[in-house]
């Protein structure tokens, strides 16, 4: 799932968040890092 978690000792799981730099928009698996890397290209961010 891309979900990271643990298990206690009273057997309760724990969803803490992710593992990977995906994100579902609108239905659409984007990768965070591939559009920071984009918008680091533009002449206006320093």
Do not use: K, Q, W
Not at 11 to 32: A, C, E, K, P, Q
Not at 38 to 45: F, K
């Amino acid at each position: 799932t891309g979900d990271g978690g643990y298990l206690d000792a009273d057997g309760f799981v724990y969803i803490m968040g992710r593992t990977d730099d995906v994100i579902n928009v609108s239905g659409h698996r984007l990768s965070t890092g591939v559009m920071e890397e984009h918008i680091a290209t533009h002449p206006a961010v320093a």
